[in-house]
Nanobody, 125 residues
Framework: VQLQASGGGLVQAGGFLRLACTAS????????MTWFRQAPGKEREFVAA????????YYAESAKERFTISRDKAKNTLYLEMNSLKPEDTATYYC???????????????????WGQGTLVTVSS
């Protein structure tokens, strides 16, 4: 599976961005897709995940109430809608895909073999 992320940019605090991640290749084997982010000087962290088939969603505490993960199976595209953005949301956002991730490991970046190239989100105060 190949992943292509897009939608990042510069936004003011309180603003909105919608990230997209388009998958190509053997997408019919996808079990879950996830957004991670990495801020400068920090470790990569889990943001949100979605089961590709059933649509169950999982969020980091920092993303609850503000972010929404979704997918369009017909378009093989993953989305992340981000509302009420804060300067601490500034990071490079990566989408990732797994064929076999189990629920207990869905927040672990080691569970994902396919990664997009990242899209930079900058939130100004």
């Amino acid at each position: 599976v190949q992943l292509q992320a897009s939608g990042g940019g510069l936004v003011q605090a309180g603003g909105f961005l919608r990230l997209a991640c388009t998958a190509s290749g053997r997408t019919f084997t996808t079990s879950a897709m996830t957004w991670f982010r990495q801020a400068p000087g920090k470790e990569r962290e889990f943001v949100a995940a979605i089961r590709w088939g059933g649509g169950a969603t999982y969020y980091a505490e920092s993303a609850k109430e503000r972010f929404t993960i979704s997918r369009d199976k017909a378009k093989n595209t993953l989305y992340l809608e981000m509302n009420s953005l804060k300067p601490e949301d500034t990071a490079t956002y990566y989408c990732a895909s797994s064929r076999t991730v189990i629920l207990s490991e869905i927040r672990n970046d080691r569970s994902y073999a396919a990664w997009g190239q990242g899209t930079l989100v900058t939130v100004s105060s």
